[in-house]
């Protein structure tokens, strides 16, 4: 199976959450924000490069969080907790907005389905 990489970009006690533009099935829904590991690219290297591009931000990638969730049946996703390093992140590609959540606030969002699981492990390792 071929990897794609989330970020659970964690700052200040907060958990950073991206809403989806496209494609039209997943509009409107909220990930974790990252995209496909390219061949012979490991996937710390593609975390990063994809979260500068769609966010306009450097992350250190920290830890993977346990567990890989298919996102369709040749790809599955693989998420790793980061921190940011420096930016303000911004909604460049695939995003109309963006939201930093307090752990309380992250169960009452509209995740991907795929990305719920990782992003209530992250925030459940944030300090108040």
Not at 2 to 27: M, S
């Amino acid at each position: 199976m071929k990897v794609v990489v989330g970020g659970a970009v964690l700052h200040e006690g907060r958990l950073l959450a991206a809403r989806r533009t496209a494609p039209a099935r997943l509009a409107g829904r909220w990930e974790l924000p990252g995209g496909k590991v390219e061949p012979g690219e490991s996937e710390r290297s593609a975390l990063v490069r994809e979260l500068k591009e769609e966010l306009g931000v450097l992350v250190e990638p920290l830890e993977r969080v346990p567990g890989g969730w298919a996102v369709s049946p040749e790809y599955v996703l693989h998420v790793w907790t980061a921190r940011l390093l420096s930016g303000t992140p911004a909604p460049l590609q695939d995003h109309d907005a963006l939201r930093w959540l307090l752990p309380a606030q992250t169960p009452e969002v509209n995740w991907l389905p795929q990305d719920r699981p990782a992003a209530l492990w992250s925030a459940a390792r944030l300090t108040p």
